[in-house]
């Protein structure tokens, strides 16, 4: 069972990751770079002869990108996406932890695994029923930002019910590399849509969160009391943790199946609570500084990479037509 369970919320946890990387990738389709009609010159004949045979491009995509991302202030309305997601997630984290600690984890869980694919989806879909509306996309991202909070109270209790107060260290920092493991899969599906079809882009990551919570209400057990699991320690090698390394005695009978407070024996902490407890505004202020970093890298360093891209090809095309002209004046 402690095996199942780290498995499952692993790969529950690492869909929510996986739902979050799309707009980071989506950003250098949502904005091109491209010369606005007053800085086209004809340096060259190659150049020319572009001009006179235009590409015909869907009604839906403008030179410049997804209007109104297409438009010169587009750091600023980028930016406004990422901040309009983290601000709600920020602020939801808060309430998430409290309602968490009161309700079932598994059906809190599922709802927030469900909303979380449908307002992914949501921004997806922009493309193609052809919105062109800022706040469409804003809106999508702080309700995503906010049902996204149910994720990490969550699984981390459940995770504490079934490994306890003991070998934290080992346990999380196995368990802890979901997060990686669905910022690749994520910039994986991500990529495959990005330069055909951005819209799926967001949609398929969606509804494997979605999925993901189905198999979070079926099969996720909150607690060892759930399935009347009584445990008696043994001494065990800490290569063995997450094999059976207890003699536990397992009943399947949902009558003994207890929600509530009474399932973890104490009551919910308060948020003062919280923050008297040692070390807990210490580590806070740690993760804000290692989160300041890696999301900065997170939803940026596409995006970056792709202007460097085209500064690069720009600089090639400016040699080319200096050779060009340099052959024809001898």
Not at 20 to 39: F, Q
Not at 47 to 66: H, L, M, R
Not at 228 to 256: A, F, G, Q, R, Y
Request: with cysteine; net charge neutral.
């Amino acid at each position: 069972y402690r095996a199942f369970i780290f498995s499952l919320t692993f790969l529950l946890y690492a869909s929510f990751h996986l739902s979050r990387k799309p707009i980071s990738i989506v950003k250098g389709e949502l904005h091109k770079h491209c010369a606005a009609s007053h800085e086209v010159e004809l340096n060259s004949y190659k150049e020319y002869a572009a001009q006179i045979q235009p590409v015909k491009k869907p009604s839906n995509v403008s030179q410049c990108g997804w209007e109104p991302f297409d438009k010169n202030n587009y750091k600023q309305l980028l930016g406004a996406l990422d901040y309009s997601f983290l601000c709600a997630y920020a602020i939801g984290m808060y309430l998430s932890g409290i309602i968490g600690e009161r309700l079932p984890i598994r059906y809190y869980l599922t709802v927030g695994m469900l909303a979380s694919g449908l307002f992914t989806a949501m921004f997806g879909l922009g493309y193609f029923y052809n919105i062109h509306n800022l706040w469409f996309y804003i809106m999508a991202q702080i309700a995503n930002g906010l049902v996204q909070t149910t994720g990490w109270p969550s699984v981390v209790t459940c995770i504490g019910n079934w490994f306890g107060k003991g070998r934290r260290g080992l346990i999380m920092g196995i368990w802890n590399s979901h997060t990686s493991v669905g910022n690749i899969l994520g910039s994986l599906i991500a990529a495959y849509w990005v330069s055909t079809c951005w819209g799926l882009s967001f949609v398929m990551p969606g509804v494997i969160i979605a999925a993901m919570g189905i198999v979070c209400f079926l099969f996720l057990i909150e607690h060892p009391k759930d399935i009347s699991c009584s445990c008696t320690p043994s001494n065990v090698k800490m290569e063995h943790l997450l094999i059976d390394s207890e003699n536990c005695s397992v009943s399947l009978n949902s009558s003994t199946v207890v929600t509530g407070e009474g399932r973890h024996g104490t009551s919910a902490i308060s948020f003062l609570g919280a923050l008297r407890i040692p070390g807990v505004v210490e580590f806070s202020l740690c993760l804000l500084f290692a989160k300041l970093v890696s999301y900065t890298f997170l939803f940026w360093l596409p995006l970056y990479i792709t202007n460097v891209e085209h500064l690069d090809a720009k600089r090639a095309g400016d040699l080319s037509t200096l050779f060009d002209v340099g052959g024809i004046f001898g």
